[in-house]
Every structure is written in C-alpha cells, then in structure tokens.
C-alpha cells in the first residue's frame, strides 16, 4: 500500500515570491510521482512527473520538482509565482508498472497575493 | 480536440433518487476511472476499468456501480442517493501505450443530495 501526505494545506504567498509545496510519500516498492493542478471549476491537469532518470523534473508553468529517495519527499517549487498560480495542488503516487493506481494527497491551496 | 467530457455538469437530487453520471472521451485511452473528491480528502478511487470487459472496484465503491459501454463511455450510477454522496465527481482516462499512470481528467460534476 501507498499513501501520501502533503504538509500544508494553505499556502500564501505574495506574486513574484518563490513557493515550495511539500509533499511526502510512503510505499513499500518503486513509485512513479505526480504533481496534478485544479484550478477554479475545472479538472485536474497534469504539472509534471517524475518515472525515473533525473530527479528534478520540470513542468509547465515554471514548476519544477525534485524526487528525493532518501526523504521519500517530492516537493514542488516555482522561484516566482503568479496570481495565476493560483489554484489547488495535488501530489499523487504510483507503483511502478503500468498496472498501478493513483493514491492522491489531500490538497494544498496556493493563495497568490497581490 | 481529444478530450474527456462529463454530464451533467451539476446535479441537484433527493435522497433515494437513482443517479447516472456519464463520461465520454475522444482520446481513444483504453483505461478509465471514477474518483470522488471531497474537500480536504484529495481523490478517492470509486472504480476503474482497464477495457469494456474489465472493471473493478476502488478504494470506495460501496453504494456505486458503473458500466463501461463502449472504449469512449463509462457511466456512474448511484442506485439509492445519500446525502453523504454529496461530492465532486471526476472521471479520468489513461493510455496503456502511453506514459504509465498518466491520467487525464474530465470538469467534473458536482453533485448534491438533499
């Protein structure tokens, strides 16, 4: 079994502010990571994902993330948010293998201020 | 543009109504999920289905069922509505061609049981 945690769920931040958003994951075998976005009335659209290779992945946006093993950790960060940026962030992990379902995090909503 | 599509959009219902949530996508994904989200609970898992012939139940399936009519549809029904079903449906798509585990998401419906 898997599960994820994310940390916080309000984050505000003032525009042009970096932002972390943290996320941490617990399972037994190899995870395939994923950062999901939902913004206001729409569908979750994907940011970026981490299946192997390098472990700092970039997104859309400006989004980066960076797989650490050790921490079992996958945290978003952008140097400079936007009002835009504005939206719920959700982390999600996979077992490897093309068979394996999402378990989501909770949720963390990023406020942008102006 | 390839997409995956949800009706209705919003539904207002008393308790004991039959309910049916449709999903269609142009996508051509042979993989496609149901998941509930309530606020501060992430996604939760109700059904999936990996082809017409292949479904199987999620993590909260009780007090659901589902039927995969064609590659492109997948139904969700709630045979006896509850208010605790109040909640944000969203139906999701994957390729097993593609990417592993990506999914991809519908609006979603919002659904109120009085």
């Known amino acids: 079994a898997q599960s994820v945690t994310q940390l916080d769920s309000q984050v505000p931040v003032f525009e042009e502010a970096p932002v972390e958003l943290r996320c941490n994951y617990s399972?037994?075998?190899?995870?395939?990571l994923f950062w999901y976005v939902q913004y206001p009335n729409q569908g979750l659209q994907l940011l970026l994902k981490?299946?192997?290779?390098?472990?700092l992945v970039k997104g859309i946006n400006g989004f980066e993330a960076e797989f650490n093993k050790s921490q079992t950790s996958f945290h978003l960060r952008k140097p400079s948010v936007h009002i835009s940026d504005t939206a719920e962030y959700f982390c999600?992990?996979?077992?490897?293998?093309?068979?394996?379902?999402?378990?989501f995090g909770s949720g963390t909503q990023l406020t942008v201020l102006p | 543009d390839a997409d995956v599509t949800q009706t209705p959009r919003n539904r207002i219902t008393k308790t004991g109504k039959r309910i049916m949530l449709e999903c269609s996508q142009t996508k051509g994904h042979d993989r496609m999920y149901w998941y509930r989200q309530d606020p501060g609970l992430g996604l939760q898992l109700i059904y999936y289905?990996?082809?017409?012939?292949?479904?199987n139940k999620g993590e909260i399936s009780d007090g659901y069922s589902v039927s995969r009519q064609a590659q492109a549809k997948f139904s969700l029904s709630l045979e006896s509505a509850i208010p605790n079903q109040t909640a944000l449906y969203f139906c999701?798509?994957?390729?097993?061609?593609?990417?592993?585990?990506?999914?991809?998401f519908g609006p979603g419906t919002r659904l109120t049981v009085l």
């Open positions: 289905s990996f082809d017409v012939k292949d479904i």
């Open positions: 999701a798509t994957s390729d097993t061609k593609g990417p592993p585990n990506e999914q991809f």
């Open positions: 981490y299946l192997s290779g390098s472990t």
């Open positions: 399972s037994s075998v190899s995870v395939y």
């Open positions: 999600a992990v996979s077992g490897s293998g093309s068979a394996r379902q999402l378990t």
